[in-house]
């Protein structure tokens, strides 16, 4: 079983829809989640924490759920500007303080 | 706004030739990381660094690749003997103490051809 596992995609939505991704995850010792946007041959980049009791920043909600070692980001209102690859990342228990990284997913939000 | 910096951002080298990454963490962050992703693939795991020494390192992160920090700010990642499967982007990331904001800001990357 993968570290960390999501659904490639695409997901092609138009503008204005709500989009849900998932990502699943294997180390129950799993310490700390978050979700990193990558934009086509751009570096990651930190989109939000995911928190146990669940966080949001404007369009974007984060959850995590320990038992099922799952966890989502909930788009609203999705833009043109929110076309770019997901990342669902996990740091581990352990030295290292080492992120692993999903496959990402993409998403593409159209006129 | 604190950024890691990453020098060069494009870096052609032949097959069998050493190539030294190097990158700038975040000033006050404790924990250093490289990380590869080959065109179209996932963002792999390299090496992770933390108080002057490696902490983890992957099963891609064989003898061929070091890393040094030689002073208070560079973080380098040295290939010894580059092969065509090395090119990828490189990206050098830092993160703060565990417990204490361990989001990772990465840099722009090195884009590394092997011809």
């Known amino acids: 079983r993968k570290e960390v596992e999501q659904d490639p995609g695409p997901f092609n939505v138009p503008e204005g829809a709500t989009v849900a991704f998932n990502c699943t995850y294997s180390?129950?010792?799993?310490?700390?989640f978050f979700w990193y946007r990558q934009d086509c041959r751009k570096e990651p980049k930190l989109l939000m924490s995911v928190y146990s009791s669940g966080n949001e920043d404007g369009r974007f909600t984060a959850q995590l759920n320990r038992a099922s070692q799952y966890i989502s980001l909930l788009i609203r209102d999705s833009k043109l500007s929110d076309s770019a690859t997901y990342l669902c990342v996990v740091i581990d228990t352990g030295g290292g303080n080492k992120l692993t990284f999903g496959t990402g997913t993409q998403l593409k939000v159209e006129l | 706004e604190p950024e890691v910096t990453q020098t060069p951002s494009h870096q052609v080298t032949q097959m069998g030739q050493e190539v030294i990454l190097r990158c700038v963490p975040i000033?006050?962050?404790?924990?250093f990381y490289w990380y590869r992703q080959i065109l179209g693939q996932k963002v792999e795991f390299l090496v992770s660094?933390?108080?002057?020494?490696?902490?983890?390192k992957s099963e891609i992160f064989d003898d061929q690749f070091s890393v040094e920090r030689p002073d208070g700010s560079n973080f380098t990642l040295k290939i010894r003997s580059t092969k065509l499967e090395d090119s990828a982007m490189y990206f050098c990331?830092?993160?703060?103490?565990?417990?204490?904001?361990?989001?990772?800001?990465f840099g722009q990357g090195t884009r590394l051809t092997v011809v």
């Open positions: 000033s006050n962050h404790l924990y």
């Open positions: 990331a830092s993160s703060g103490p565990v417990g204490e904001g361990t989001e990772a800001f």
């Open positions: 660094f933390y108080n002057n020494e490696i902490s983890e």
């Open positions: 180390n129950s010792a799993s310490q700390s």
